[in-house]
């Protein structure tokens, strides 16, 4: 997978991160697929795609984290110059913005609570042997 590069650019082109949100989600949304061609029987073999699976969560959760961080210093900015100019328009208007795109990125989280509940679903009940108990996947 030719991963793109995220940036605070990509964070402002909510087209671009979603782009990208699909890539990571790949895995996930061929889990099934995948699964089936996995020697299921085999912890060894269930363990390595389960650690596929932990990337792709750990790179998404770090997109969102990202973005949101980035949407967060710029709405502070932005919010300190309509302090000192309640009657500025334009931010007004562009913090407005910003603060919806803010709230579609957060709805990633969402999201991705939803896709990885139903990829362990998944997984448990094909790879039986592996055992996940011990690991923790962090929502």
């Not at 969402?110 to 962090?138: G, H, M, Y």
Request: negative net charge; charged residues 35%; aromatic residues 8%.
């Amino acid at each position: 997978m030719a991963e793109k590069k995220l940036n605070a650019n990509t964070c402002y082109n909510l087209s671009f991160f979603k782009d990208i949100m699909k890539e990571l989600r790949r895995v996930d949304d061929n889990i099934i697929p995948r699964l089936n061609t996995t020697d299921t029987h085999s912890e060894k073999a269930c363990g390595e795609f389960f650690a596929q699976l932990a990337d792709s969560y750990k790179k998404r959760e770090e997109a969102v984290d990202y973005c949101l961080k980035v949407m967060d210093e710029q709405i502070a900015k932005k919010t300190k110059l309509l302090e000192e100019d309640p009657d500025d328009y334009d931010t007004q208007s562009s913090l407005f913005s910003d603060e919806t795109k803010r709230r579609m990125i957060a709805n990633e989280l969402v999201v991705e609570d939803i896709v990885r509940a139903r990829s362990l679903q998944v997984f448990k009940n094909k790879c039986k042997i592996f055992d996940t108990s011990s690991l923790e996947l962090k929502s």
